[in-house]
RNA sequence: CGGGGUGUAGCUCAGUUGGCUAGAGCGCUUGGUUUGGGACCAAGAGGCCGAAGGUUCAAGUCCUUUCACCCCGACCA
């Protein structure tokens, strides 16, 4: 991508009213851009990110057996009446009538709908278990929208529904599933603490919670700092100082940002839906469920609230929205060539060819936050000169070394 | 929804006790000089001062209403 021709710009001021860093560096670099209170589009850069983040995801969830599959946003409120939650949703479920006034509602959640499907599609023991995902924007009528990314009214998720016709079989998947969700957020470059916490109103089981440790984040835990042991604070009978129950290191309380939610409704839906299946000796049997959400657009802010520094974002390899930043200097016809090369072998590099002074693209690279930056200039002579966005050393290599840094 | 704050150019903001044709920096356009950390010169374009109503000879400025955004709280798959 050249970045002459690329639809965003940097802005040099920051958006003033943005204090976190994720919401200030994903406005300022370019990645975002504010509708309304929590809705945001978007952008080029932005919309890589998330895409780099959603094939992570993708790939775990489909080596733990998941099949991607895409559910309506528009739904009934018929199948929601059901289980009691277009009443106990009402607050935040966005809710309204067609013309014709008929009670539809925005998917802020799709247990209902999936469980609907199941029902009517899963009725022997042989098509159990089952487990399916969708990535798709969900709506959420919060009371207060903030921080850019991190808790919005429209936002990116992946959400996957797992069906049992055991309790045992269905706590293995759990488990199975939150060896996947610890895969995903490690290749995605976040170190998380898996977090017991209440099932608040949806469910009386107990459920986990994916946290990052971060400042701007706006659950309190009580966490190892060793392993990945911890409380949501609202449940937690440890305290900071008390040994961790795993290794016996001594706990910290801390703010963090919930990037992951997993729990079990057990026959809830069963009993709620009339979801059943036939066993191998006849018998009917309900349909377990368990629920798996990944918040992908506010793992994309805790991303940046946890690899920053004061010029802009730090992205880790996985998840940046190109793998290297190609930036020409002294108007030289070298870094045009360079840049189809790299091209031509595959490389995903964001080519500053702008006629504009070095100054401006050493700070825009710094803000974008690409992995690695490639200076060439005539300084460099037949060289190009590397530098990772997370250290201030560079050094000069040939053209070979970078093919061979990038496909890392 | 309670508390606090902010709406003036694309962005960040200034605008005095109400007073003439509403400003700056950045960005944008054109021309030129520059080129290793947000360069410089010159000439331009760009505003119903969030919206509606009111007070006044006169409103960006005062009053009322309303809309939007941010922060704290409450809330929170």
Same mark, same amino acid.
């Given at each position: ?43 080029? @850069? =932005? ?5 780099? +983040?959603? #094939?992570? *995801? $993708?790939?775990?969830?489909? &080596? ?41 509602? @925005? =998917? ?5 709908? +999936?469980? #609907?499907? *199941? $029902?009517?599609?899963?009725? &022997? ?284």
């Amino acid at each position: 991508m050249r970045q002459s021709k690329l639809f965003t710009k940097t802005q040099k001021n920051p958006p003033q009213d943005a204090l976190s860093a994720s919401h200030k560096y994903l406005t300022q670099g370019g990645f975002i851009d504010m509708l309304m209170a929590g809705v945001y589009t978007y952008l080029p @850069l =932005g919309y890589r990110v998330l895409n780099k +983040i959603a #094939d992570i *995801i $993708r790939a775990e969830m489909n &080596s733990a057996g998941g099949q991607e599959m895409l559910m309506p946003t528009l739904q009934p409120k018929n199948i929601w009446e059901e289980t009691g939650r277009w009443e106990t949703l009402k607050e935040v479920m966005y809710q309204f009538q067609d013309r014709s006034g008929k009670e539809t509602g @925005l =998917g802020a959640t799709h247990e209902e709908v +999936i469980y #609907d499907l *199941i $029902r009517r599609n899963v009725s &022997s023991y042989k098509d159990l278990p089952l487990s399916l995902y969708q990535i798709q924007n969900k709506f959420r009528n919060e009371l207060r929208a903030k921080g850019g990314l991190m808790r919005g009214r429209e936002f990116m998720m992946k959400d996957l529904y797992s069906f049992h016709l055991s309790q045992e079989d269905l706590d293995g998947y759990y488990n199975q599933m939150i060896e996947a969700y610890k895969k995903v957020y490690q290749r995605c470059g976040l170190e998380v603490k898996v977090v017991e916490a209440s099932g608040g109103i949806f469910t009386k089981k107990y459920s986990h919670e994916f946290q990052v440790i971060a400042e701007a984040g706006e659950d309190n835990i009580i966490y190892c700092p060793k392993c990945d042991f911890g409380q949501n604070s609202e449940i937690a009978k440890l305290k900071a100082g008390d040994a961790c129950p795993q290794d016996g290191e001594s706990l910290k309380a801390g703010k963090s940002i919930e990037v992951g939610n997993i729990f079990q409704f057990g026959d809830k839906y069963a009993k709620d839906m009339n979801g059943y299946a036939t066993t191998k000796d006849g018998q009917k049997q309900p349909i377990l469920m368990a629920s798996y959400g990944i918040g992908i657009s506010r793992l994309a802010a805790a991303l940046v609230e946890v690899h920053h520094d004061e010029k802009g974002i730090i992205w880790p390899k996985s998840v940046a929205p190109f793998a290297a930043h190609l930036i020409s200097l002294n108007k030289n016809e070298t870094a045009d060539e360079v840049y189809e090369i790299l091209i031509k072998k595959g490389a995903d590099v964001l080519y500053d060819d702008r006629d504009i002074s070095a100054g401006e693209k050493f700070a825009d690279a710094d803000l974008i936050g690409l992995p690695y930056r490639l200076v060439v200039s005539s300084k460099s002579g037949d060289k190009i000169e590397v530098k990772k966005r997370s250290s201030d050393k560079s050094e000069l290599v040939g053209l070979n070394e970078v093919l061979k840094l990038l496909s890392e």
